[in-house]
Each structure stands twice: as structure tokens, then as C-alpha cells.
């Protein structure tokens, strides 16, 4: 029973994202959740924001300010204490991700905050990066995607700006295909959505190391 190509333990599954994550600054992982886990937790949200759960993503965690010239989307702030049990179900998935992380990188991860973003038709967030200048417990970015038959003409891409060993800039467009999981270095990677024809929606958040906040 040591067939490789059969092995779906978390190291086999995780393995090219750590990988990635630290030859490259990212990484994809498709399938983090099943169609049906993608669906689940669609459904769920647009239940939650048709409840007026959700508010106007701010900019900033010093002065908060709602910018729609640099981000449109709107987002809900997950809490385990009213999760239900498919958010529940995430958040244990994602617990499990970071104790491979910590078993396999050393980057002391303690925490973690995860919102639901809706981006409306049309809406994007400008370039930026995650980690706040007041605040560098943020070490990984993640986002898993929750849109069903996203197609390429639907836009919406993450952009990932990749720094060059020659001072030059490689682009990484990412489409935000249900299931799928992207992590990068929150502090690092410069990174932005474009807008799309259509709703767009994930669930993002940040690996956090615990300690001082600078
Ligand atoms: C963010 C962000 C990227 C995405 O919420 O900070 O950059 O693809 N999201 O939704
Ligand atoms: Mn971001």
C-alpha cells in the first residue's frame, strides 16, 4: 500500500502549495473544497448577505475608511461562535492546512481570520498588498474561491505581481474558479482583482504568527 499516486493525506495534497509558497512567493491548490463544500458555502452567504450581514469592506485598521475607487467588495467577518456547521467544516479544513504549514515551514502560525467577500458585478480592488504597516502578524494570504462554472470571459482575475531577481515584474492572472485556494505571502506580494461581468465570491483570510504587532 505505498502507492504514491494514491497517497491523499494532507502532505501529498499541500506539498506543491508549501512548494510554491516558497520558491515562488504562491501557491494553487485546486479542489480545497468540493463542488458540493463550494456550493454549500455559496449558499450560505448570499443567505447571510440577503440577512444584511454584510458591510462595505474598509481600507486601512487605523484610519477605516470605505474607498470605492480602490475596493468594491463586501464582506462578513466569519465567527466561531455562530459558524454554522459547513463554516465550521472550513474552518477546521484551513486548521488543518496551517498545521502542515507549521509542521513544514517553521513560519510559527498561531491564528487565523477568515470574511466572505461578495464583489457586486463590476467591482475590483486596486493593486495593494494585505499586511498593514501597523501590524505584521499577517504572514499568509488565503483565498478560496466559491463561484460555480466560472468561465474566462467572466473577468474577475487575481493579478499576483511577482518581483524578478532582475528588478523586472512577472504577472500571474488566477481566475477565481470554485474550490480553489490561493496563499502567497501577505506581506510580500503585491496583488489586485479586476472586475467581472458577473458576482465573484470567496472566502479570504490571514494566517496570523502571534507577539508584538510590529
Ligand atoms: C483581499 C484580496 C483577492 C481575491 O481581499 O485582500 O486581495 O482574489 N482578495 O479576492
Ligand atoms: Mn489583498
Known amino acids: 500500500m505505498n502507492d504514491q499516486s494514491n497517497d491523499l493525506s494532507p502532505e501529498s495534497i499541500y506539498e506543491p502549495v508549501i512548494d510554491g509558497i516558497l520558491t515562488e512567493g504562491y501557491g494553487i491548490l485546486d479542489n480545497f473544497l468540493s463542488p458540493a463544500e463550494v456550493a454549500t458555502l455559496a449558499t450560505r452567504l448570499h443567505a447571510r448577505r440577503e440577512a444584511g450581514q454584510f458591510r462595505p469592506a474598509a481600507i486601512g485598521n487605523q484610519q477605516v475608511t470605505v474607498e470605492k475607487a480602490i475596493r468594491g467588495d463586501e464582506i462578513l467577518w466569519l465567527d466561531e461562535a455562530t459558524a454554522a456547521p459547513e463554516e465550521q467544516a472550513f474552518l477546521q479544513r484551513i486548521g488543518q492546512f496551517v498545521q502542515y504549514v507549521n509542521q513544514t515551514c517553521y513560519l510559527g502560525l498561531r491564528d487565523y481570520e477568515f470574511h466572505y467577500a461578495c464583489y457586486p458585478t463590476g467591482t475590483f480592488y486596486k493593486r495593494h498588498l494585505d499586511r498593514f504597516r501597523s501590524d505584521s502578524r499577517r504572514k499568509l494570504s488565503v483565498i478560496c474561491y466559491l463561484n460555480t ?46 472586475p467581472a461581468t458577473r458576482e465573484r465570491l470567496s472566502l479570504t483570510g490571514w494566517l496570523k504568527t502571534g507577539g508584538p504587532l510590529i
Open 149 to 194: 462554472d466560472w468561465q474566462e470571459s467572466d473577468g474577475g482575475q487575481l493579478a499576483l505581481y511577482l518581483p524578478d531577481a532582475d528588478g523586472s515584474e512577472r504577472q500571474v492572472m488566477a481566475l477565481p474558479l470554485g474550490g480553489r485556494l490561493v496563499c502567497f505571502d501577505s506581506g510580500q506580494l503585491e496583488h489586485e482583482v479586476f
